[in-house]
């Protein structure tokens, strides 16, 4: 691998609070991928520079070789590089808080990326992202976008009509985290030793078949454990590590024990909760305090209050900073761009046929093999009717959600809220947006 060409990456979305574990993981990964150049790129300056501040002395303590910029000039960021890395959150946690608030006023579940939330995000996100794609082509048309930025759907959705022609990969850590977890129940070392069938949308999605390298089906012993215990893992049905997981994700990760007895043929994502189980997700939600609030007391602050004490103190050499070694599928989708490895991952990606009975413009997210020329699909066959009938609902939402955004439609965006499986019915959908519409004011499309 010593003969890998060293890249040079722009993160875009500087300020995030994941930039700083990213960093840390791309620095233990840099035998796989040499590193000559990284660069952060924000439209808050302020923001971006706490966290620049304490990586650029992690990077000058631990890679001094690698050159490090910090800008909100798009020219200088996005000039020379070959992946851009995006994570933007436009309009913040203000604004997450809001998404997640504004529906629960309404007997509705309030979520980041499912239901009237994620449309709310995906209405500011489109222009956001697509505004990226064009620095990209305009100072490095060569390179790759890989984008985390969320709601990743709509995102992907957006780019496929509005910019057909981008170098954007779409991509998703939730598969990675539940198959981390699944490892863990089959004990199993890593995720890298199964190779999984899967097909959905993203954040709605079904694991089909699970086999180890000699071909031997671990599904029947995941079903099984699934279905009693969610994706809470053996130690922490012993209570050793719960400590490590939020409160509300270990809800999620037990909750998909409910998921998974819908279908006893597959294994779900954890996201699908939010649209079978909508009504008791409402009735464990705080309207005063979403998970917005536990981030911004919780994540958001641990990462700001290291990054302020590493500029203090003027060294990393103690930071409480750990790589983020899940976010390491980026760097399996970078290397199989940069070195053509053939990597097989799941992607979000045009169907075009990998779902054979569902809509060939549909974004799904699939199995591909990565090569340099980019992601070829892995076909997964005919799906059955239950999660068809599903998946057609919700890519109808995001579509009309593309539409709406593209047009100006307020009918549109009405008739994607009213078509969430989420919300009850086309009034409370009404009182939904107009709520949302005066919320996002700053960042939506004039609605007619
Ligand atoms: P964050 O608010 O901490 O960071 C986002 C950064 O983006 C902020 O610094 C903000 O100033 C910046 N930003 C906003 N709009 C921008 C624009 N138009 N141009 C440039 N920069 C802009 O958010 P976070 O919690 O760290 O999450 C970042 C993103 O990553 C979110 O979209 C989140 O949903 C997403 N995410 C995705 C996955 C996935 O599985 N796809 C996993 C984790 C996080
Ligand atoms: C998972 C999902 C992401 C989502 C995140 C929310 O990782 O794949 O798409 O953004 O969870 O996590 P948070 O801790 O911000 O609620
Ligand atoms: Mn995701």
Redesign the pocket.
């Known amino acids: 691998m010593n003969n890998r060409k060293p890249v040079s990456i722009v993160v ?8 700083p574990g990213i960093i840390m993981m791309l620095l233990n990964h840099q035998d796989r991928m040499p590193i000559r150049q990284i660069k952060f ?4 300056y302020d ?2 520079k706490q ?1 620049a501040d304490a990586c650029e002395i992690l990077l000058k303590e631990r890679a001094p070789e690698i050159t490090f910029v910090s800008t909100t000039d798009p020219e200088t960021a996005f000039t020379d590089v070959d992946f851009v890395m995006a ?7 203000a604004m997450r808080e809001k998404d997640e608030k504004i529906p629960l006023k309404y007997g509705v579940v309030g979520q ?2 499912c239901g009237p939330g994620g449309i709310a ?1 995906g209405m500011r ?1 489109i ?2 992202v697509i ?2 794609i064009d620095f990209m082509e305009k100072y490095s048309p060569d390179a790759w976008m890989l984008n ?5 759907a709509i995102v992907a959705e957006a780019t496929r009509k509005l910019r057909p022609n981008s170098r954007i990969i ?5 598969p990675v985290g539940i198959e981390y977890r699944m490892a863990e129940i089959l004990g199993l070392e890593s995720r890298k030793d199964f190779v999984v069938r899967y097909y959905g949308l ?1 954040h709605f999605g079904w694991w089909t078949d699970i086999r180890d390298h000699d071909g031997n089906d671990l599904m029947p012993q995941l079903k099984d454990y699934v279905q009693k215990h969610g994706y809470v893992t053996p130690n922490e049905l012993a209570n050793k590590h719960s400590e490590d997981v939020e409160a509300s994700w270990m809800h999620t990760f037990e909750k998909a024990k409910e998921v998974a007895v819908l279908d006893p043929d597959t294994l779900p994502n954890t996201y699908l909760k939010y649209y079978f189980y909508s009504q008791d997700e409402f009735a464990l939600a705080d309207p005063d305090y979403t998970r917005a609030n536990e ?1 911004m007391d919780h ?2 602050k641990i ?1 700001f209050t290291e990054c302020n004490r590493i500029v203090a103190e003027g060294t990393a050499v103690d930071t409480t900073f750990t790589a983020d070694d899940h976010a390491s599928y980026i760097v399996d989708l970078a290397t199989a761009l940069a070195y053509n490895t053939h990597e097989r991952m799941l992607l979000i990606v045009e169907n075009d046929g990998a779902i054979e009975n569902f809509d060939s413009t549909a974004m799904v997210e699939v199995p591909c093999i990565v090569t340099s020329n980019g992601p070829e699909r892995i076909c997964q066959g005919k799906i059955p009717q239950f999660q068809k009938g599903m998946m057609e609902q919700q890519v109808s939402v995001e579509k009309l959600v593309v539409e709406a955004w593209e047009e100006g439609s307020y009918q549109k965006l009405w008739q994607a809220l009213t078509l969430s499986k989420m919300v009850p019915n086309g009034r409370v959908a009404k009182q939904i947006l107009d709520d949302l519409i005066e919320a996002n004011k700053e960042y939506w499309p004039e609605l007619r």
């Open positions: 875009a979305g500087g300020g995030s609070t994941f930039t790129y924000d439209n808050d923001r971006q966290v994570h933007i959150r436009v309009g913040k946690y980041e990326t995000y996100s222009g956001g505004e990226l985390y930025s969320n709601p990743a779409n991509i998703c850590d939730m993203n981030v994540r958001e990462v």
